[in-house]
């Protein structure tokens, strides 16, 4: 069973958060983080042993990218392409978040 782990930024640094780990920690950053840059820990890794969230942009063995994202239509993440190579950035720091 994979961890239920959740990242977001506050003050423009990232935070990371363990669903497991309920004391201040897991409160105060869902009192103070930016809503719109958080996203769940899919429980995959990439080539080199990073964590890959919710938000990612991750390149395939085909030298393609992809966005990881949650659909509720089929309750799991979508955009993972055949081969993952390495997280290459992610959509709220490569991309501008609307207001």
């Known amino acids: 069973m994979r961890p239920i782990k959740y990242r977001g930024k506050i ?13 201040g920690d897991w409160a105060q950053f869902w009192a103070i983080v ?3 840059t ?3 820990f899919t429980g995959i890794l990439d080539k080199n042993g990073r964590e890959i969230y919710e938000g990612d942009i991750v390149q395939g063995s ?3 990218c992809y966005i990881i994202k949650w659909d509720e239509s089929s309750v799991g993440f979508q955009g993972f392409p055949f081969g993952i190579q390495e997280v290459v950035g ?6 501008i978040l609307p207001d």
């Not at 003050?11 to 004391?23: A, E, G, I, L, P």
């Not at 992610?90 to 991309?95: P, S």
């Open 62 to 64: 085909k030298d393609d």
């Open 38 to 40: 958080v996203g769940e």
């Open 11 to 23: 003050d423009s640094k990232w935070w990371y958060v363990d669903f497991r780990n309920q004391d």
């Open 90 to 95: 992610n959509i709220y720091e490569n991309y």
């Open 34 to 36: 930016d809503e719109r």
